[in-house]
């Protein structure tokens, strides 16, 4: 079993920053692609940003040139540093990741965190 626990969500001034982290735990044999999405109140979640092992990279196209996703293998953990917030940048913001469990028969598994609260506000 795979868990994916977030944190760094809260509240931010337009036009300011916030960063987030996800970290995977459990049997994982292999991450392949970890992601941020969105939800905001009263719409469909919403790919924000994804990055695979080899470090491709992929946008929302209302996202780019302001928020970047990384990540760190060693420690199966993904980030999004989010800047020049919008008022529509507020939403839950949830990590995937999706990969590989060890054990005797490899089986792929697709896991969500438990989201985290972003608001933009003055």
């Known amino acids: 079993q795979v868990q994916l626990v977030e944190s760094g969500g809260g509240l931010v001034q337009p036009g300011g920053p916030l960063s987030l982290s996800c970290i995977a735990s459990?049997?994982?044999?292999?991450?392949?692609?970890m992601a941020w999405y969105r939800q905001p109140p009263g719409k469909q979640r919403e790919l924000v940003a994804s990055?695979?092992?080899?470090?491709?990279?992929n946008y929302a196209d209302s996202v780019k040139g302001r928020f970047t996703i990384s990540r760190d293998n060693a420690m199966n953990t993904v980030y999004l540093q989010m800047n020049s917030l919008k008022f529509e940048d507020s939403a839950v913001y949830y990590c995937?990741?999706?990969?590989?469990?060890?054990?005797?028969?490899?089986?792929?598994?697709?896991?969500w965190g438990q989201g985290t609260q972003v608001t933009v506000s003055s």
């Open positions: 990055i695979t092992n080899d470090g491709t990279i």
């Open positions: 995937n990741a999706g990969g590989v469990v060890s054990g005797s028969v490899p089986r792929r598994f697709d896991t």
């Open positions: 459990g049997s994982i044999a292999r991450l392949d692609v």
